[in-house]
């Protein structure tokens, strides 16, 4: 079934370490984003990308990064820099006109 | 700037009655909207959705009504289950491409 796949769901990351957080997907779709989801609140926009090798900052990009290498993955590095950094991930990615459809989650701790 | 917003935080429904879910929106321009519904420790999943030349839309039990003259957004949910107890968000696309600016969601209780 075509879906989209991000890994790990659940991680854990120490003072001062990048990690990165995984988004697959084989839906063929152009465009994938990357969301924030606070608890009770809303999804905030990080990065987007419409096109591989092209990506555009969000709402609330400081202290994250993207790469679009290929129309399939848009992994996302959440560096040291960003100082609060838990919160639910949350992938999406969509084509022309279509909803935006969304992976189910990674959840991000520090340790 | 651009903003959504739903009016009720919390829903608390009776098994079997109809909900009704609100969103304001601010962007006149916006022309594309969607609900989702939002499990616990799952992503959203598309509901409905509805484009800026329509004033209504149906789903299986779900309407999606638009009101550009107020700029408001409703979710109506027939006979309402417990397996319908999720957040819900509403999301519209303004004029800036693909992008989403969703709502805070409104979540829904069904009690049996």
């Known amino acids: 079934d075509g879906g989209i796949t991000q890994s790990p769901k659940y991680l854990f990351r120490k003072e001062g370490q990048n990690v990165t957080l995984s988004c697959e997907q084989n839906l063929n779709h152009d465009a994938m984003y990357w969301y924030r989801q606070d608890p009770g609140q809303g999804l905030r926009l990080i990065y987007y990308s419409q096109i591989v090798n092209d990506f555009q900052k969000g709402d609330i990009a400081e202290g994250y990064s993207v790469s679009r290498e290929k129309k399939e993955s848009f992994p996302l590095t959440v560096t040291s820099a960003q100082k609060n950094p838990t919160a639910f991930y949350l992938c999406?990615?969509?084509?022309?006109?279509?909803?935006?459809?969304f992976g189910d989650g990674t959840r991000l701790s520090i340790l | 700037g651009e903003s959504v917003g739903l009016h009720l935080p919390t829903l608390s429904v009776q098994e079997g009655d109809n909900s009704i879910i609100n969103c304001a929106y601010s962007n006149s321009a916006s022309d594309y909207f969607i609900w989702y519904k939002q499990e616990s420790g799952k992503g959203p999943q598309f509901i409905i959705d509805i484009r800026s030349n329509m004033d209504k839309r149906q789903g299986q039990r779900v309407t999606v009504l638009l009101n550009k003259t107020v700029k408001h957004l409703s979710l109506q949910i027939a006979a309402t289950q417990p397996g319908d107890s999720a957040v819900y968000f509403c999301a519209e696309r303004g004029n800036q491409g693909g992008k989403l600016i969703f709502g805070q969601g409104t979540e829904l209780s069904v009690k049996p």
């Open positions: 999406a990615s969509t084509t022309g006109y279509q909803p935006q459809h």
